[in-house]
Nanobody, 124 residues
Framework: QVQLVESGGGLVQAGGSLRLSCLVS????????MGWFRQPPGKEREFVAA???????TYSDSVKGRFTISRDNTKNTVYLQMNSLKPEDTAVYYC??????????????????WGQGTQVTVSS
């Protein structure tokens, strides 16, 4: 059973920073592609960033240059450092795991495991 638990969300002023963490249970974490997605109020879930087992990464245009995804395979944890936050970054943030090794997908449907989400609210 693979479980993902996010933490680090909260309320921050525009221009501020937060770091989200996602702890993954299971022995094969190091082989998963890990992704961060978000769901703003009243909108569909959208891709934020993803990182392969080798550390290759990709970002949505809306967060590129402000957010950084990283992983520590010794701690079974993936991180999302969010800087220069904007009110439009307000959303529930989810981490997800894709068991496929050779791809970095932006499509939620291709991820196999999901966390419960953590709320990020950016005030103006």
């Amino acid at each position: 059973q693979v479980q993902l638990v996010e933490s680090g969300g909260g309320l921050v002023q525009a221009g501020g920073s937060l770091r989200l963490s996602c702890l993954v249970s299971g022995r094969t974490f190091s082989s998963y592609t890990m992704g961060w997605f978000r769901q703003p109020p009243g909108k569909e879930r959208e891709f934020v960033a993803a990182i392969s087992w080798r550390g290759g990464n990709t970002y949505s245009d809306s967060v590129k240059g402000r957010f950084t995804i990283s992983r520590d395979n010794t701690k079974n944890t993936v991180y999302l450092q969010m800087n220069s936050l904007k009110p439009e970054d307000t959303a529930v943030y989810y981490c997800a795991a894709d068991r496929r090794v050779l791809t970095i997908s932006r499509r939620p449907i291709e991820y196999d495991y999901w966390g419960q989400g953590t709320q990020v609210t950016v005030s103006s």
